[in-house]
């Protein structure tokens, strides 16, 4: 007798049952995942399995699956006996990862710039004329619209740099990103002159592309520098309860 006639047949079903969780888990986590960076959910928000099944109408297997794998980007974070949170927002964190994201991204328009083509800069052009379009948020509680204006922020950004040929960059360049969105979104949703300050923001965004565009990397990266370092104190003011402007 081989050993594929004596496997227990219970392997085989929980083997075909394991492949039919993982759409879910992936459906789970992309849902959460949005909900962290750019939706309802907030620094500190508990994650009930319980209730995020009753919410998404999924099993609590890719729940869980879905919340390991976020805590592993560090979206979120599970203490003993207090469950999981949506990971807080500090302003020491602020300052590191605004830090760490100016030097990262100065590395990848660099290469860019030096690396774009026609396509890329076409890229640029198109992502850029979505952005400077894209509808604000009414209200605080507006999340599909921040949402929205968020991804066509996002991909402008990802325009940018995408041309720097190195696959380890990028993957830091997302992962700063993401948290970026984190603190960016508390921003977004506080803002007392949401209109004034984008247009501000979209003037900012014109100038670097143009930096690019003619491939000056000195002033694309002096410009991105002075972007990030005004996301970093408008949100450092709110986190510490001043004004923002």
Known sequence: MTAA???PAGGTSHLAARASELPAATTAYNRLRAEILSGPLRPGDRLLPAALR?????????IREALTRLASEG????EVHRGTRVRAVTLEELTDLMRTRREIEALCLHSAIANGDTGWEGEILRTLHLL???????????????????????????ALVAACGSGWLMR???ELADHSERYRKIRLLNYRSLA??????????????????????????????S???????????????????
Not at 132 to 144: C, F, G, I, K, R
């Open 75 to 78: 979206l979120v974070e599970t």
């Open 5 to 7: 006639t004596t496997r």
């Open 172 to 174: 830091f360049w997302n």
């Open 196 to 225: 004034a300050d984008v247009r501000d923001l979209n003037v900012e965004h014109v100038a670097i592309a143009e930096a690019v565009m003619k491939r000056d990397a000195a002033k694309a990266v002096e410009l991105m520098n």
């Open 227 to 245: 972007h990030l370092a005004r996301t970093q104190a408008a949100v450092a003011r709110l986190l510490t309860g001043g004004e923002d402007r």
């Open 54 to 62: 009753e919410r998404y109408g999924l099993g609590l297997t890719p």
């Open 132 to 158: 400077t379009h894209a509808a604000l948020p009414a209200s605080q509680e507006d999340h599909a619209t921040a949402e929205i204006w968020e991804r066509q922020h996002r991909a402008f950004h990802h």
